[in-house]
């Protein structure tokens, strides 16, 4: 199957400040995922992006806090922006070709 | 509301003996749902699937049962080893959507 490198895998940020995490796909794959997963919860899925086209956003995420780019196949950045301690979560890319497939996760910690 | 429940939050096991983790959903909508286990600082990875018109799916140890009636799904790890202690999900997606509605999840501790 395909693989997803993610990076950075943790970081601590002040609040205020915007972080940009990475996701490269060693293949084409037409969706990609970001999910959060906050402590001691399930995975929550942010947006889908598709290249091409703005992501679309769940119920209760928005651009404004979580832009996406989707700028070809194979590479998506998500911007976890104006951090507070309430965006302390781990993040996840995953792609989707038959079964999704997910990045090894950023572990992001807001001071 | 959570439409994937997965209500026990921890599981211990002997090794060799089977290993049986549970998952409800509420959504009919769900036809198509997969195991996925997580290893602390690692993604979830893939385990296995089944479609909502099979109801046993099996490969190597591992096995999913799905009940539509009940909106339950089970799998079973027989027989259970250490390697196998990992955090496992329990997710399910509709139709032609591609994205994952996941459950909380389920610490698998195999105790050697």
């Known amino acids: 199957s395909a693989v997803i490198s993610q990076k950075p895998s943790r970081d601590i940020c002040q609040r205020g400040t915007s972080l940009t995490i990475q996701c490269q796909v060693d293949?084409?794959?037409?969706?990609m995922f970001w999910y959060r997963q906050q402590p001691g919860q399930s995975l929550t899925l942010i947006a889908t992006?598709?290249?091409?086209?703005?992501?679309?956003?769940e119920s209760g995420f928005v651009i404004d806090k979580f832009p996406i780019s989707r700028p070809n196949l194979t590479f998506s950045t998500l911007t976890v922006s104006n951090m507070s301690p309430e965006d302390s979560s781990i993040y996840l890319c995953?792609?989707?070709?038959?079964?999704?497939?997910f990045g090894q996760g950023t572990r992001l910690t807001v001071v | 509301d959570q439409q994937v429940k997965q209500n026990s939050p921890s599981l211990s096991v002997q090794e060799g003996r089977i290993s049986i983790l549970n998952c409800d959903y509420t959504?009919?909508?769900?036809?198509?749902f997969l195991w996925y286990k997580k290893y602390p600082a690692e993604g979830p990875t893939f385990l296995i699937s089944?479609?909502?018109?099979?109801d046993k799916n099996e490969d190597g140890r591992f096995t999913v049962f799905l009940n539509k009636s009940a909106k339950h799904l089970s799998l079973h790890i027989v027989p259970s080893q250490p390697g196998d202690s990992a955090v496992y999900f329990c997710?399910?997606?509709?139709?032609?959507?591609?994205?994952?509605?996941f459950g909380s999840g389920t610490q698998l501790t195999v105790l050697p």
């Open positions: 995953s792609g989707e070709t038959g079964e999704a497939f």
């Open positions: 959504n009919s909508m769900f036809d198509y």
């Open positions: 992006a598709n290249q091409g086209s703005e992501a679309t956003y």
């Open positions: 997710a399910a997606r509709s139709g032609s959507a591609r994205q994952l509605t």
């Open positions: 293949s084409q794959v037409t969706m």
């Open positions: 089944i479609s909502s018109i099979k």
